[in-house]
């Protein structure tokens, strides 16, 4: 019988396949005690098994290359982590197994972590993977991670770790379905660079049973369960169709009466690059620099490093534009060189352009790398900071930038409420704002971007955010300049139209949106965006915001 189950729709499209659980049996190990003599073969065990994890960790980062590659790299490097591997040691030496000291000394760093607070969440989930990858090679047992299947299949997950989400292949991976994660999680963001249809924080998705066929709409957040057969033929109509008005659509992104709202990728480095080209971004909205920052979380790149990145990005897009977001450390990105070990609370602490302003030899060197990597271009360069709280905070930043001789525009992320109740001010000091939706949303609403258990409040349809994005905007048209979105929002097809009606200037998202959302704008005229804008803020819930923005767009 055909049942509906409801979660969040963080990738589009429409998946219809078997459902296969990931391997994520919990290994432990059994206590075994080691006579001393053994305890040297042991330790070599250990090491031989995190270097081999270590490897096939960075091997595999190599293979998907863009942000999943840097994920795939701090994973590599929390296996090295040589005060783990200390505590393994000294396991060993007390007479544990090689596998036992691993499991234990990972729940022991595990325990440090979740006592930090909830923001670790996504970080606990990448220590268990690398922890199981370890203890799964010692034991000589398979590798906890997607399943070995030539047939294609929904992938359903507890959570997935970025060492899975980078290796899903879309030819086989129809599409993935998790009991946690937010639509702004990480999970949900690399889902959208593979361009996989996903929905996360379905409650109950791991009692689906292994093999039930199930229908996934990565657009809604529906799943069907033993879909009829009436559903099925619905659902792959609506996908042909789609599939078919994307194909139609190329070009610059344009409203059916011709107002002009440029389509930028967001990106997290130059491997991101060609799927951005070829889905025929106009530049890039967001390029997340931190990414470079993730190899090595004690030292900042060398300027050298640096250069070659941005110079890479800002040759790719000879006459287009190219925003660079300067670091954003801290939070859920934290790096030990820049953020400080005991806050209470790190999404409330300092981050963002708070950790540059205290260290500012590390902006300099970002802004001077910017400097030397735009020369002889004639690519437009812009350049904004994250986590702006006010207007000292930008007159901060463009300081900087100016003293750096950076001949950029220079601009705003609008991610806390205090800034977009204030752009005007903000927009004496800076060029442009840019909407960060996912901070904006965690920070208006209270709810932790990690938590699967609040992504109702994460839903950027909530008409509170759309009023704060309708704010920033009106600022921006008022002073003359511009006001983009480059967080998760733009990549919603019907909600980018509700932007554009909003009076954004600019939609910035992963490249496999990018055909959706251009579509989409096609079909409607600015009034009819408009309109819609305005009966979405009428309402007092994300889901009536977007039936409501639905029924202007449709006629109904
Ligand atoms: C945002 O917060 O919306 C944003 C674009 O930045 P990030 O997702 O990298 O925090
Ligand atoms: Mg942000």
Redesign the pocket.
């Known amino acids: 019988m055909e049942t509906t189950l409801r979660g969040v729709g963080v990738s589009h499209g429409v998946a219809i396949g078997e459902v296969r659980h990931m391997g994520t049996a919990v290994l432990e190990p059994p206590a075994r005690e080691v006579p001393a003599e053994e305890a040297e073969r042991e330790k070599g065990r250990a090491r031989k098994a995190v270097e081999a994890v270590a490897a096939d960790l960075m091997a595999r980062g190599n293979l998907a290359g863009g942000e999943a590659q840097a994920v795939l790299e701090a994973q590599a490097m929390m296996a090295q982590d040589p005060e783990l591997m200390a505590d393994v040691e000294r396991r060993i030496a007390e007479s544990s197994t090689a596998e036992r000291a691993v499991y234990d000394a990972f729940a022991a760093y595990r325990e440090l972590l979740a006592a930090a607070g909830e923001y670790l969440a996504g970080r606990v989930a990448d220590l268990d993977d690398v922890r199981n990858r370890i203890v799964a090679r010692l034991l000589g047992v398979p590798m906890p991670g997607v399943p070995d299947s030539d047939e294609p299949y929904v992938l359903v997950a507890r959570d997935l770790a970025p060492a899975d989400t980078a290796l899903l292949d879309p030819t086989l991976v129809l599409g993935f379905v998790t009991e946690e994660g937010g639509p702004?999680s990480h999970s949900a963001?690399l889902a959208r660079a593979l361009g996989v249809p996903a929905v996360v924080a379905l409650p109950g998705a791991g009692e689906l049973a292994e093999g039930t066929l199930i229908a996934v709409d990565g657009g809604t957040g529906e799943i069907f369960v033993n879909p009829s057969e009436e559903k099925k033929a619905q659902l792959e109509a609506a996908a042909a169709a789609r599939r078919a008005a994307l194909s139609s659509s190329t070009g610059p992104g344009v409203t059916a009466d011709g107002h002009t709202v440029p389509l930028l990728a967001?990106i997290g480095g130059p491997a991101d690059v060609p799927a951005a080209v070829e889905a025929g971004a106009e530049g890039v909205g967001?390029f997340?620099t931190e990414f470079l920052f993730l190899d090595d979380s004690k030292n900042a790149p060398s300027e050298e490093k640096q250069v070659a990145a941005y110079r890479q990005v800002l040759e790719a897009f000879p006459e287009g534009r190219v925003v660079v977001?300067v670091l954003?450390a801290g939070a859920d990105k934290p790096l030990d060189f820049l953020t400080p070990a005991d806050e209470p609370n790190p999404a409330l602490g300092v981050r963002g352009l708070r950790s540059l302003l205290d260290h500012p030899e590390v902006l300099r060197t970002q802004l001077s790398a910017l400097v030397k990597a735009s020369e002889g271009l004639s690519v437009h360069l812009e350049v904004m900071a994250?986590m702006v709280a006010d207007r000292a905070d930008a007159k901060a930043f463009a300081d900087a930038c100016r003293e750096a001789g950076l001949h950029a525009k220079f601009g705003a992320?609008v991610?806390i409420p205090s800034a977009a109740l204030r752009a005007r001010s903000i927009l004496q000091e800076v060029e442009f704002l840019s909407?960060?939706?996912?901070?904006?949303a965690?920070y208006t609403f209270a709810a932790d971007r990690q938590v699967g258990a609040v992504s109702r409040l994460q839903d950027p349809w909530q008409p509170a955010l759309l009023d704060l994005v309708a704010l920033s905007a009106e600022a921006a048209k008022a002073e003359g300049k511009s006001c983009g979105v480059?967080?998760?929002a733009a990549s919603d097809p019907l909600l980018a139209s509700v932007l554009t009606g909003l009076g954004v200037t600019s939609l910035s998202m992963g490249a496999a949106s990018i055909p959706y959302v251009r579509a989409a704008l096609a079909k409607f005229t600015l009034a009819q965006c408009e309109r819609a804008a305005a009966a979405a803020r009428a309402t007092d819930s994300a889901e009536e915001a977007r039936r409501a923005a639905q029924a202007v767009l449709s006629g109904e």
Do not use: K
């Open positions: 702004t963001i967001n967001l997340r977001r954003d994250p992320m991610e909407l960060g939706t996912n901070d904006l965690q480059c967080g998760e």
